[in-house]
């Protein structure tokens, strides 16, 4: 379940309307959508040419035994232990239903880090304690893995109401966005590569298998996506997952309720938020299960829209071994959900099998 501790701050369009929204260019139009920028250097995103070269090269595990991988969220464990296969060990080190944006790991998890070869982490300042930890703890001749960094650039990271330019953390949440996520499998699958030579061969056939299965994903999205109204692809979320996703797909994130602040949003900002979705003709809103909403149900009762509280960040659907707990069956589950909750026809994403390309042994911490 969720962390506790979990506060209730608004994050609307609105506010950014009203020019709250520190260096996103202050909006000067009257529109009541999509309020922040999204950079143009993410048109048209492609992984860049040198994704396959990141990391060190080694002779082999430091153990001489198999490869030791720790990763932090579990969407980026999945698609890691996907690329290692049968080849290496896998450990997420973030349970899966917290707030990764607020974890802070036990001393414990330093001992993981300090047997391991290689750390993944997301970055861009999603699981900065964590990685400040890998940074710490893992041996001389280990590595902690930016995968954010290497996936965008400075110029392609978005900044919005909930992640505002003055408070210096870009949204972190590329793996939404499906080149991103493949984009996260070519690095693994080099990192990996120049780690273990012994099962480079291995790594890399797997990362493109997982890059191949995104990439019928994300076609499947294109054709689900076009079966709903053009005025219909918005999303107001519990948060702010979607940004890079909506940029994409050429979707508009509305706003987004994050859970992160003690405050109650005002009736007034709820009142302002109430409007926009009446304005904005959306026929959902969007919540999670994980952080239930009083607030979204709120809205949607008082905007006359349904209230769909089933979408996820980072919490992959079922339990560790289930058929899609996996980063595929967590991105096809809000996918469907979206779909089918704005009016459109989901089945070609219905049809999506998100089962793994290799069986997947990784430890995920509940
Ligand atoms: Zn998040």
């Known amino acids: 379940m969720a962390t506790m501790g979990v506060r209730l701050a608004l994050l609307v369009a609105a506010a950014v309307l009203a020019g709250f929204a520190a260096g996103c260019g202050r909006s000067t139009g009257a529109a009541a959508s999509g309020s922040y920028n999204v950079p143009a250097a993410l048109k048209n995103y492609v992984c860049p040419a040198d994704a396959t070269s990141v990391g060190a090269t080694r002779s082999g595990p430091r153990t001489g035994g198999r490869l030791q991988v720790a990763t932090t969220v579990a969407p980026i464990t999945s698609i890691v232990a996907e690329v290692a296969g049968d080849k290496a060990d ?19 998890v330093a001992e993981t880090f300090s047997k391991a070869d290689v750390v993944f ?29 290497h996936t965008i650039t400075p ?28 984009c996260y499998a070519v690095i693994a699958g080099g990192v990996l590569a120049k780690a273990d030579p012994a099962n480079a061969a291995s790594y890399r056939a797997n990362a493109q298998a997982v890059k191949a299965r995104i990439d019928d994903l ?28 909506a940029a994409h797909y050429g979707w508009t994130v509305i706003g987004a309720i994050q859970v992160s602040s003690f405050e109650d949003p005002t009736p007034k900002e709820v009142a302002r938020l109430i409007a926009q979705v009446k304005a904005e003709k959306v026929p959902a809103i969007f919540g999670s299960e994980v952080f239930p909403s009083k607030v979204l149900a709120q809205i949607g009762t008082e905007a006359g829209v349904r209230y769909v ?36 026809n989901a089945d070609a994403l219905r049809t999506f099998d998100a089962a793994d390309v290799t069986p997947d042994r990784a430890v995920y911490p509940q």
């Open 218 to 245: 994300d076609q499947r999205f294109e054709t689900a996506s076009a079966t709903v109204a053009p005025a219909h692809r918005k999303l107001l979320t519990y948060h702010d997952a979607y940004a890079y996703f």
């Open 155 to 182: 110029a392609q990271q978005i900044y919005d109401f909930s992640f505002p330019r003055a408070g210096g953390k870009p949204n972190p949440h590329l793996w939404t966005n499906p080149p991103m996520a493949a």
């Open 309 to 344: 509280d089933t979408l996820r960040d980072d919490d992959l659907p079922g339990r560790p071994g289930d058929h899609d707990h996996s980063y595929l069956g967590l991105m096809k589950a809000d996918y469907v959900t979206m779909i089918s909750s704005l009016g459109g």
């Open 121 to 149: 982490v997301n970055g861009l300042h999603l699981e900065d304690p964590t990685k400040t930890l890998a940074a710490r703890n893992v041996p001389k001749d280990g590595q902690v893995v930016d995968l954010g960094d």
């Open 90 to 108: 896998v450990r997420g080190v973030i349970p899966e239903g917290t707030d990764s944006h607020t974890f802070e790991p036990k001393p414990s």
